[in-house]
């Protein structure tokens, strides 16, 4: 970064963030990417529209005291990072595991805002969750950490205001705990949370959406570069709900999917993953990828491995922040992988992207690819406040176009900004100026 004004923010950043290198990674590739926007364009510094950006509009820290199965009294931490309302109420996921503290909800925070603006509809930039670890917990137990981080909760969102949603071990199971409990302390029965059941308000195809999207995301990404997933090698990470329907997609698109993978190993199955079983282990039993051997014997289960070591055309990241480093993008480059598409946040170190763009891989980035999931979360909102519900076909329709969109604007702000093909600088870019003028309209606030 040579913009002086630009590292000043960035030492500002730091140092009244100590100890939250997620967060410092996550603002860093913005402001890293903002730089010839506000060498065009010097009323985003005049203004002080990337001091405000840079700082969430409300961080709220709670206590999360429940009773487990042996009676004991647990106390976990809870969040919620009210990030940027400049072009609609708070919106983000939460994510429940034993990882979480201020700096990771401050990072999917903040690549929130940007995430949200790409998917053309209106949506502020919002991130919660705690360190309770849903593992190996009985339902009974998610239930009574649920309605009591609810209880908390409940006071700092509403359907207008902040609707939260899943992410990391917040599936269906704990946002039905979570709206039980919002419904029965605030009486009202509103959209306050998305990725609901279907009965109970939920939107027809949200589990499916951040998966399909990423797959719609990168099938245009390979379009534009005159290739397509048919008849491609695919490798996943990860086996949770964006895993899972990453890999249902990119199969109806053309590819082979040869691996999923759980934060103890990896399966490679050269046939192909078989999806039925992935499911039954994951969405029904909460089980482990390694029981995928007793489905498919003709496996092979890699305990501590990474896939990035198996040999695949297309890489999709469904896992975690930060899973691929330097050393794994160069075994990717090296094994003829040409594209990786982000359904995880932050997957890839900044040494990583550098391995991506030096050797001319196509990289769709997280904001722009993983955009369908929260995109849906949007049309569950519309639906909630129109009382109505469009079908399956309807909202993936939708959520194709919206895809469409976005690659669109991460392209076309590539090229405007003298980066044609760089997908990462085109999503911030596009993303940051429709806040931007939005902050620029209310002045100082
Ligand atoms: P799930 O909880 O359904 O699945 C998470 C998967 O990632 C599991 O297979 C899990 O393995 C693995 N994983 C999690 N943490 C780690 C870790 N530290 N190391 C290795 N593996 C890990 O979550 P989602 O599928 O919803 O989320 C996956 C990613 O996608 C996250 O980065 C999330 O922020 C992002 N995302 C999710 C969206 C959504 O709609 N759900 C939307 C956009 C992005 P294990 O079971 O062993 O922990
Ligand atoms: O990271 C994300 O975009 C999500 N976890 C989905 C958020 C949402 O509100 O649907």
Redesign the pocket.
């Known amino acids: 970064m040579k913009n002086e004004y630009l590292k000043k923010l960035m030492a500002t950043v730091e140092k009244r963030n100590p100890g939250e290198p997620e967060f410092h990674q996550a603002v860093m590739e913005v402001l890293e990417t903002l730089e010839p926007v506000v060498e065009k364009h010097p009323e985003y510094i005049k203004s002080g529209v990337l001091e405000m950006i840079v700082e969430p509009e409300r961080v709220i820290k709670f206590r999360v005291p429940w009773v487990n199965d042996d009676g004991e009294v647990v106390v976990n931490r809870g969040y919620r990072v009210q990030f940027n309302s400049a072009i609609g109420p708070y919106k983000g996921?939460l994510?429940f595991?034993p990882?979480v503290y201020e700096g990771i909800i401050k990072f999917?925070g903040f690549e929130q805002i940007f995430k949200n603006s790409l998917t053309t509809l209106p949506i502020g930039g919002g991130k919660g969750g705690s360190d309770f670890d849903p593992?190996g917990k009985s339902d009974g137990e998610v239930m009574r950490f649920c309605q009591s981080f609810m209880t908390e909760l409940c006071r700092h969102i509403g359907a207008d205001t902040d609707v939260p949603?899943?992410?990391?071990?917040?599936?269906g199971r704990e946002i039905g705990y979570m709206f039980g409990q919002y419904k029965r302390i605030r009486n009202e029965f509103t959209g306050v949370l998305t990725?609901k059941g279907l009965t109970y308000g939920g939107s027809l195809a949200r589990k499916e959406?951040?998966g399909y999207g990423l797959c719609y995301y990168t099938e245009e990404m390979l379009k534009a570069n005159g290739k397509s997933f048919k008849g491609t090698t695919v490798v996943i990470?990860?086996?949770?709900?964006?895993?899972i329907y990453a890999c249902e997609k990119a199969t109806q698109l053309g590819g082979k999917v040869v691996t999923v993978?759980?934060?103890?190993g990896y399966v490679y199955d050269p046939d192909g993953i078989d999806l039925n079983a992935v499911k039954e282990i994951?969405e029904v039993k909460r089980g482990?990828?390694k029981d995928y051997l007793n489905y498919r014997p003709g496996a092979k289960y890699v305990e501590g491995g990474v896939v990035w070591e198996v040999k695949c055309d297309i890489a999709l990241p469904?896992?975690?922040?930060n899973?691929i480093n330097e050393t794994s993008a160069k075994l990717l480059a090296e094994n003829g992988c040409y594209a990786v598409a982000e359904?995880?946040?932050m997957?890839s170190t900044p040494e990583a992207i550098n391995v991506y763009f030096a050797n001319k891989m196509l990289y769709g980035p997280?904001k722009a690819a993983?955009?369908g999931?929260?995109a849906t979360s949007a049309l569950e909102m519309s639906q909630n406040s129109m009382r109505y519900s469009w079908t399956f076909e309807e909202v993936d329709a939708k959520l194709q176009g919206i895809m469409k969109d976005i690659f669109k604007q991460c392209d076309d702000a590539s090229k405007e900004y003298g980066m044609a093909g760089n997908y990462m600088a085109g999503a911030n870019i596009a993303g940051f100026l429709k806040v931007a003028n939005s902050m620029l309209a209310y002045g100082v606030c």
Do not use: M
């Open positions: 996921g994510r595991h990882s999917l593992k949603a899943g992410d990391i071990g917040v599936g990725g959406a951040t990470s990860g086996s949770g709900n964006v895993a993978s759980d934060s103890n994951k482990r990828i469904c896992a975690t922040q899973e359904g995880a946040n997957p997280a993983n955009a999931g929260v």
